[in-house]
């Protein structure tokens, strides 16, 4: 039984011509379940009544199963999201002044265990589905009223919850055309925000085959911090990196890079340090998010002071990059950046955690 959450419009047309029906009821077909949130065949009233028995017959429309639903004062709402029997993700809503962001997981767990990151602390069980990743924003849209005919709430979609969505590109790809599609979510191409690590191959591959908006964590000026922050950079260093960047924007020629930059206490938060950035944000279009370390247990690292990163910031500012700082949200719910470990049967028994003393410099 095929599950049509998984299906972009390439592949509804694919299964419909298969069923000798015609491409245009594709397109109704992907309206029903992405922009009026129908779970049942019975529910489309303008398709003609064997279709939807044949339909009804060969496929189902089955998102993850809503097993957690937290919410604080801010408004900021995470979903625990039960996806097998062994695994369990969380997606992330977070309100603001007139847009609302919608933070999804790629991966149960994660395999690059950045030393600041809970989910990758977690270790890795495996990659999720085009349908366990677009059913987060089928069931956020469901849970916030837009399907009985509301607003949209969700304006927004980043993929900064679990996982490194360019490890799993197969099913990252069809999900984000999915957000982008008007028969789908009608989000705008610079709407919908990939963060990765900085796996270059993977940047590359989305940049021929959905160039939406693009954050890289860079979290350190120079390679030999890196290489002990975010392990990926052993493989892909800060000079490749930048490359891919720009290779990344000749796709997408009126964006800019975000870096995005984990503010560690004592670790990577010294004006040195910013200044050492200039010199990257020198060779790519690019601006900065700031995002204040959120603690989880036995992380090893603190948060930078508030005023650190006001400082950070204003090394940047005055060398007249963007230089921005994340608000830090879900306080209560663990539902801030990094701190989303949902609930992985590990296959890695990654278990340990690195000593503080071998992280600092
Ligand atoms: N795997 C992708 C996307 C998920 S993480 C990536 O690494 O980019 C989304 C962002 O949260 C990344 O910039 C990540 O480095 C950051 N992050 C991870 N742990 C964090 C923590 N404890 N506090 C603040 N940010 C964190
Ligand atoms: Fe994985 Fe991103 Fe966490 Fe690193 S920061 S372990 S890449 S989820």
């Given at each position: 039984m095929i599950n049509l959450l998984s299906l972009d419009l390439q592949g509804m047309e694919a299964l419909f011509a298969e069923l000798g029906e015609k491409p245009f009821r594709a397109r109704q077909v992907l309206k029903w379940i992405h922009r009026r949130g129908a779970a049942d065949f019975a529910a489309m009233t303008d398709i003609a009544k064997d279709l939807r028995a044949k339909l009804a017959a060969a496929a189902a429309i089955e998102p993850p199963l809503v097993v957690g639903d937290g919410a604080v004062p801010d408004g900021t709402r995470k979903w625990l999201l039960k996806v097998d029997g062994a695994n369990a993700v969380e997606a992330v809503f977070i309100p603001e002044d007139g847009r609302g962001t919608l933070c999804v997981s790629s991966q149960a767990g994660c395999t690059l265990d950045c030393a600041f990151c809970a989910t990758g602390k977690q270790g890795f069980n495996r990659n999720l589905s085009a349908a366990e990743i677009i059913g987060q924003l089928w069931l956020a849209n469901g849970a916030l009223g837009c399907h009985a005919g509301g607003p949209r709430a969700v304006s927004n979609v980043v993929f900064m919850g679990m996982g490194e969505p360019m490890l799993n590109l197969d099913a990252v790809i069809p999900a984000a055309r999915l957000m982008i599609d008007d028969n789908g979510y009608g989000l705008s191409r610079r709407r919908v925000t990939v963060s990765t690590s900085g796996v270059v191959p993977g940047m590359d591959r989305l940049a021929a085959e959905c160039p939406v908006a693009l954050a890289v964590?860079?979290?350190?000026?120079d390679d030999a911090l890196r290489d002990r922050l975010v392990p990926i950079n052993r493989k892909y260093p800060i000079r490749e990196l930048i490359g891919a960047c720009n290779r990344y924007l000749e796709r997408a020629p009126r964006d800019f890079i975000t870096f995005e930059y984990v503010m560690l206490d004592g670790v990577n938060d010294s004006d040195a340090q910013a200044r050492a950035l200039l010199g990257i944000a020198a060779g790519v279009r690019c601006k900065f998010n700031l995002i204040p370390f959120n603690p989880f247990t036995a992380s090893g690292f603190k948060r930078s002071p508030p005023e650190r990163i006001k400082r950070f910031a204003e090394v940047l500012q005055r060398a007249g990059l963007t230089a921005t700082t994340r608000k830090t949200r879900g306080d209560g719910i663990?539902?801030?950046?990094?701190q989303l470990a949902g609930d992985v049967s590990d296959r890695t028994r990654r278990g340990k955690s690195v000593p503080i003393t071998e992280l600092r410099a």
């Open positions: 964590s860079l979290h350190a000026p663990d539902a801030a950046c990094g």
